[in-house]
């Protein structure tokens, strides 16, 4: 077990790109270079206004069982959940595997709050919540399956920090990059990061330029998917404008 993450950084360019792109463009992105499951299904965000950007650490729950450690009062000097919480650093990403399980919570609001208070970049749990209304008041993206009043130890017991993980069926990879918007979580290879966050941009500019182009009366014939002539339309509409569509280039 390593509490540490051995980053490959993406650019502050790529950041900032990623805070603005969808999740959609992203997914597509990765499709065109073989990457089919990457979008992590069925969560739900507590704040669909906050976007979500960090590096992946990872918490891999198994099935609690009563001789390792069924606790009310944990401790927080042995128990890696609490560690984890102490130990992740900024401009991550805490994402657990909690194996789908909703019959008990796999974190709760005081934990989340003291990941705010770190300026943790955000929380992935494909588990329950705890208290799951209060998290609606941190500024924290926070992205859940489920809501359990109980806590985890009746059906979660940690067994790793840091490791590679599934969440519901992706995989995640200490280091990988995690983006969330309203619509949910992508993860993105972090030897990719880059050259994804840039053409995941340049395709959300050019589907606004399409998207404006129907609201105006346009079949989709030719203009989505882009014909030569739609292309060239664009590449224009770039050349005379600094901000397209009123986002700032970066």
Do not use: W
């Amino acid at each position: 077990m390593s509490n540490k993450t051995t980053l490959l950084p993406i650019t502050t360019e790529s950041k900032k790109k990623l805070q603005e792109v969808s999740t959609a463009s992203l997914t597509s992105q990765l499709l065109k270079r073989g990457f089919r499951n990457t979008f992590i299904p069925n969560l739900t965000p507590t704040r669909p206004d906050l976007r979500m950007v960090g590096y992946a650490y990872t918490l891999r729950y198994v099935p609690a069982r009563e001789d390792i450690g069924m606790e009310v009062d944990y401790d927080n000097d042995t128990n890696l959940q609490r560690i984890a919480v102490e130990s992740i650093e900024d401009e991550h990403v805490l994402v657990i595997d909690a194996r789908g399980e909703l019959g008990a919570a796999s974190f709760g609001h005081i934990l989340g709050t003291r990941l705010m208070q770190r300026h943790i970049a955000g929380l992935v749990t494909d588990g329950a919540l705890r208290d799951s209304p209060r998290f609606k008041n941190l500024d924290l993206p926070t992205y859940y399956q489920g809501v359990h009043a109980t806590t985890s130890s009746i059906k979660h017991h940690p067994a790793d920090i840091n490791t590679p993980i599934g969440c519901n069926g992706v995989l995640v990879m200490p280091g990988d990059i995690i983006v969330g918007d309203a619509e949910g979580v992508v993860v993105i290879p972090k030897d990719i990061a880059n050259v994804v966050a840039h053409d995941a941009y340049e395709q959300d500019l050019l589907e606004e330029f399409i998207l404006k182009k129907v609201e105006e009366g346009a079949s989709i014939k030719s203009v989505y998917p882009a014909s030569a002539e739609t292309l060239e339309d664009y590449k224009k509409y770039r050349k005379y404008h600094d901000h397209p569509l009123g986002r700032h280039d970066i």
